[in-house]
């Protein structure tokens, strides 16, 4: 497409714009959409029972649950106080308690080494979307 003219000001806007789609963030589930907060585990009384994705939720499987992420979205999740970081594949809802963005299996918390600790502030960075159905 070839223009005649285009005022200053008009080029300087395109500009503008163009440059400000490039540095959106990621929406949320799509690679590299980022979100901080605490991190918990789930109990070793829920081995075995049903999970929102309607799999049996398994301690030593390096899953998660969260709120809003499709199920098989997987997630990089960084423990803030020692920089230690797990790859967990969302398969159940929650938690539900104000402040935390993410509930980890047994397995994936003990990688982050917070198991005695209970809680721990985290980063939850989406790696891969999941998979379109």
Known sequence: MRLKH?????????????SACTTSKP???QRG????????????KLHG?????????????LTAAHRTLPFG?????TNLQTNKSVKVS??????FVKGRVIDLSEAAAK??????????????KVVKPAPVR
């Open 73 to 77: 979205t997987k997630v990089k999740v």
């Open 90 to 95: 969302i398969t159940d809802r929650g938690p």
């Open 6 to 18: 285009i005022s200053g000001t008009l080029l300087i806007a395109a500009l503008l714009t163009t």
């Open 33 to 44: 959409y980022t979100e901080a907060g605490k991190a918990s585990y789930y109990s070793n």
């Open 111 to 124: 990688r982050l080494d917070y198991i005695s600790a209970g809680i721990v502030p985290v980063e939850v």
């Open 49 to 61: 029972r049903k999970m929102a994705n309607g799999e049996a939720y398994n301690r030593r499987k």
């Open 27 to 29: 929406a949320p589930g």
